[in-house]
């Protein structure tokens, strides 16, 4: 485990997180200690294996809404870590890959301060 990431906030190890996963541990064991850090889960499983932040299956409403509810659990883990770990609010910094990336600005966006 790497200094500073809480193991209730990083993401599963199953064969499904793959590379990525990997080269982000990397990445975290370079970084400041005193960084609290917290990986996301995207919370729809998908078909054929792994999670995803939006099933995608053509419908648009249905893919609104489950932008907006991963959109919604996003900001609440951030408020979950941030209380956890005594953070300053004013100082989180979201980022992501694929989908992970479109939430974040979706977050950025919808909810800047």
């Known amino acids: 485990m790497c200094p ?3 193991p209730r ?17 990397q ?9 609290a850090i917290a990986g996301a889960r995207a919370p729809h499983p ?4 792994g999670y995803a932040w939006i099933v ?11 932008v907006d509810a991963s ?5 609440a883990l951030v408020d979950e870590a941030v ?3 005594g953070a300053d609010p004013r100082r989180v910094y979201l980022l992501g890959f694929s989908q992970g990336a479109m939430m974040a ?4 966006l919808t909810e800047p301060s």
Not at 14 to 24: C, D, E, I, K, V
Not at 71 to 75: D, E, F, G, S, V
Request: proline share 5%; charged share 25%; net charge positive.
């Open 71 to 75: 959109r919604r659990a996003l900001l």
């Open 9 to 25: 906030w990083t993401p599963s190890s199953g064969a499904q997180a793959g590379l990525a996963q990997r080269r982000a541990r």
């Open 27 to 35: 990445l975290l064991e370079q970084l400041d200690p005193r960084l």
């Open 4 to 6: 500073g990431v809480d």
């Open 56 to 66: 995608r299956d053509g419908a648009s409403a249905r893919e609104d809404a489950q």
């Open 46 to 49: 998908r078909p054929g294996g």
């Open 83 to 85: 209380a956890a770990t």
């Open 105 to 108: 600005l979706a977050v950025g």
